[in-house]
């Protein structure tokens, strides 16, 4: 009886093991197919929190390769670093300060629980046209915001309007609703993948661009966000020419989305048909 008993204790493990193993492949072969639907990988680089101080934005603006800068609305110096960044061909995109559950002060231009509607729609169309040449925008803090269905639906409703705008969900809170919602609405989206530098040490800025390297590498696609701190430019002025090297191309956020549209046709095709038999 306990001889029976071990063989099939052991008839389950091999089954349970070979299950475990047939999930293990099909992830692999899924990650196998997105990385040669994009050769080489993509990444995109947002810089954040740009306006408040004009040499960091200048010197942000000059980095090389297709950089996206994100600007705060009505900040002193963001339309005059927004036209310099398209002068130089580079995507910029609306940085819109959202309430976070810290309660940390947003500066103009920020969207709070408490406003009426008509308060709401208005300080949202001023931020959207304080920033000339925008053509998506990100939240700055959020963490509280983004988790209330009805306020991103008033958000992204009013946005779509513009179909040239896309979205990036910066990701502040796991219960962000905001990517979904903004999908629902039509708007073209993404998530934030790694922040970069919310520890401004050269050590930690190296790992997490080696991090997003990697994910581009076993995911195709990947998106980072940093800050215009002093520590994070010295380090992508010296990083960014290296990729081509590294096999990682730089592409602007709307790029991003379309390659990561492009990687979900092509997973699809790749998946089976099943056929229900009556």
């Known amino acids: 009886m306990l001889q029976r008993n071990t063989i099939v204790r052991l008839f389950r493990y091999l089954v349970l093991f070979t299950l475990l ?11 196998k197919t997105a990385q040669q639907s994009l ?22 603006v000059n980095l090389p ?16 670093l927004a036209q310099l960044a398209h002068e130089k061909d580079r995507e910029v995109m609306l940085h819109l300060p959202m309430q976070s559950e810290a ?16 308060q709401f729609l208005a300080v949202l169309k001023d931020s959207i046209e304080s920033i000339p040449f925008a053509s998506g925008f990100n939240n700055h803090m959020g963490s509280l915001l983004t988790k209330n269905t009805t306020l991103m639906k008033r958000v992204m409703q009013q946005v779509a309007s513009n179909d040239q705008f896309f979205f990036v969900d910066s ?32 050590e930690f800025i190296q790992h997490q661009l080696k991090k997003l390297v990697e994910q581009a590498r076993r995911k195709g696609t990947a998106l980072g ?3 215009p701190k002093k520590e994070t430019l010295a380090i992508l002025e010296q990083w960014l020419p290296r990729l081509a090297q590294m096999g990682v191309r730089l ?13 979900k046709i092509a997973l699809w095709k790749t ?7 009556r």
């Open 271 to 277: 998946r089976p048909i099943k056929i229900m038999s």
């Open 103 to 118: 309660g940390k002060k947003l500066g103009p231009g920020g969207l709070t629980e408490d406003m009426s509607e008509q």
């Open 39 to 60: 050769n080489p990988p993509a990444i995109s680089i947002i810089i954040d929190d740009i306006g408040y101080r004009k040499r960091d934005g200048n010197r942000a």
């Open 225 to 227: 966000i940093a800050h």
């Open 65 to 80: 390769g297709d950089v996206t800068f994100a600007f705060l609305p009505h900040a002193p110096f963001s339309a005059q």
């Open 251 to 263: 592409v602007p956020v709307s790029e991003l989305i379309g390659l990561q549209q492009q990687q």
């Open 171 to 202: 990701k502040t809170t796991s219960e962000s609703v905001a990517l979904q919602l903004a999908r629902r609405e039509g708007l073209r989206a993404i998530q934030r993948d790694i922040f970069i530098d919310h520890e401004p040490t050269p």
């Open 21 to 31: 193993q047939g999930i293990s492949l099909a992830v692999s072969s899924e990650e």
